[in-house]
């Protein structure tokens, strides 16, 4: 996979290659992270980027010039047609459907934002779509590339140490944690720390209960704290009875 982002701060994306599963996937050529600085594709000699709105009003808007030309030289280098991904409040907000469906792509092409707004003229002529990360403002796009490239790394062979990460992760479909629903409780050594004890289930090396109470688990925690959740999810009789038993020992 090919990443570009289009940011006029270069070096926050760049801390991504020295950090973490991002780090390690660039490092060990699984993924190619390439930075665009518009500022680099201006005429004039302060390289302006952005000016005074239209109509007036606070902040400054990004110039689309600059930005177009970037867009251009950017998808040069590949002639692929590939959708150019802008991160904006007013997007769809990302979730971990969104996520798979990104991590699909042979390339990404992510345009972050500063100040105001982008001309919108920029947007309705070279941006295919918005991708938000819910409904609050930061303060550029950089941070929302960051979350859209960790995400769809995580999902990419080989870049976690074991695939079952990524399938048992929250909001994962899959046989084990399916529907979308929050991840289970996990526990690791010392078995009893300042008092508390891991469950016994996950120390009697029976990996069919372990399973169930693993699935049982997950469903509590969506019912509890996520149960607009559970409202779309495909639950099986299993499921339910494992829920409806859940639900009779929190009562007890």
Same mark, same amino acid.
């Given at each position: ?8 701060? !270069? ?9 973490? =599963? ?30 005074? !709105? ?15 030309? +970037? ?7 590949? *002639? ?25 792509? %042979? ?7 500063? /100040?105001?707004?982008?001309? *919108? $003229?920029?947007?309705? &002529? ?8 819910? #409904?609050?403002?930061?303060? @550029? @796009? ?9 995400? =769809?790394?995580?999902?990419?062979? @080989? ?5 079952? &990460? ?5 909001? &994962? *479909?899959?046989?084990? +944690? ?8 996990? /526990?690791?050594? %010392?078995? #009893? ?18 399973? #169930?109470? $693993? ?11 996520? !149960? ?11 499921? *339910? ?7 009779? #020992?929190?009562?007890?």
């Amino acid at each position: 996979m090919r990443i570009d982002v289009i940011t006029l701060f !270069p070096e926050w994306i760049q801390q991504l290659t020295t950090l973490g =599963v991002t780090g390690r996937a660039i490092t060990d050529g699984k993924v190619e992270l390439i930075t665009w600085n518009p500022r680099d594709f201006t005429d004039d000699r302060h390289n302006q980027v952005d000016d005074r !709105p239209y109509g007036g009003g606070p902040g400054m808007v990004m110039l689309a010039e600059p930005l177009a030309r +970037t867009l251009a030289e950017v998808q040069r280098q590949d *002639q692929a047609r590939t959708l150019v991904s802008g991160m904006s409040p007013q997007g769809r907000v990302l979730d971990q459907q969104a996520v798979r469906e990104l991590a699909k792509r %042979p390339r990404l092409i992510l345009l972050c934002g500063r /100040y105001e707004a982008i001309d *919108q $003229r920029l947007l309705d &002529s070279c941006v295919d779509e918005q991708w938000s990360l819910g #409904d609050y403002v930061i303060s @550029g @796009g950089e941070l929302a590339a960051g979350v859209v490239i960790d995400a =769809v790394l995580r999902l990419q062979p @080989g870049v976690l140490g074991h695939q079952q &990460s990524a399938e048992q992760d929250s909001f &994962s *479909q899959n046989a084990t +944690t399916g529907n979308g629903l929050l991840d289970c409780p996990h /526990y690791t050594r %010392p078995e #009893d720390w300042r008092g508390q004890t891991v469950p016994e289930i996950l120390l009697s090396g029976n990996h069919a209960a372990i399973a #169930d109470w $693993r699935r049982q688990q997950a469903l509590l925690a969506t019912w509890k704290t996520r !149960p607009e959740l559970l409202a779309g999810a495909v639950l099986s009789e299993k499921d *339910q009875r494992l829920l409806a038993a859940a639900l009779a #020992d929190q009562e007890a």
